[in-house]
């Protein structure tokens, strides 16, 4: 289900209009109580209908509704492509000059554990499936950056593991190990069966910490920001 925004923005211009005749009210020295009561009346609905307008956000019927505004990955021999509900982002495998991965518990407002960080040396092609918006027109276009940055992550990309088998594939990395995205956080546990129970019994090895690696780089020289993630990464072995 999805807000309605007509609804919400009627409502609110109500809702104001309302407002500003309590306060000429107000200043005007109108006592008559039966119309005051209209007006409250009427604010206190539209309030009510502003607020239902968005009572859907984030909540959907089935995991078919909710994938259907999450991206989807796409490969072939020239590019990966980042196919969103409004548009979609082609990367060339040419065009990539760094992959970061990072694994960590969520932060707050967050839902994904697992990421990709990738810089490229030019910007992505970008294919609008949807007519821009008016304020899309008028905006000043963004700082170009040095290595524009895509993001990948577990939650919002739905087949986000398939992103390192191709990145093996087409851009030739052999040093990732086996099983490298199937760590989880916490500590190791071993099962074990007491009569007609199965317990566990939890160790002080950890499964897996937070990690942030260097999947794949071609080494241009960078002062801004890929220099950092270089710093601080994890060269895989």
């Not at 087409?170 to 490298?180: E, H």
Request: aromatic share 16%; glycine share 6%; hydrophobic share 40%.
């Amino acid at each position: 289900m999805k807000p309605n925004y007509l609804s919400a923005s009627y409502s609110f211009i109500i809702i104001l209009i309302s407002c500003g005749l309590l306060y000429k009210f107000y200043i005007t020295n109108v006592n008559n109580t039966f119309i005051r009561g209209i007006v409250f009346i009427v604010i206190a609905v539209f309030i009510f209908v502003f607020i239902s307008s968005f009572k859907g956000i984030g909540i959907f019927k089935t995991e078919k509704e909710a994938n259907k505004y999450k991206g989807k990955l796409s490969y072939n021999n020239d590019a990966y492509t980042v196919i969103t509900y409004s548009k979609d982002i082609v990367v060339s495998w040419n065009s990539i000059e760094a992959i970061f991965y990072i694994n960590s518990p969520p932060l707050d407002g967050e839902y994904h554990n697992k990421e990709y960080r990738i810089f490229l040396n030019n910007d992505p092609v970008i294919i609008n499936k949807r007519p821009l918006k008016w304020y899309d027109t008028i905006l000043p276009s963004p700082k170009k950056e040095e290595h524009p940055m895509i993001k990948i992550d577990d939650y919002y990309n739905i087949d986000f593991d398939t992103f390192l088998p191709s990145i093996e594939r087409f851009l030739m990395i052999k040093n990732i190990p086996l099983g490298f995205l199937n760590g989880k956080f916490g500590n190791q546990v071993d099962y074990a069966k007491k009569e007609n129970t199965v317990i566990g019994v939890p160790h002080n090895k950890l499964l897996m910490t937070t990690g942030f690696y260097v999947l794949y780089d071609k080494g241009s020289h960078s002062d801004f920001e890929l220099k950092e993630y270089r710093k601080n990464a994890t060269i895989l072995r």
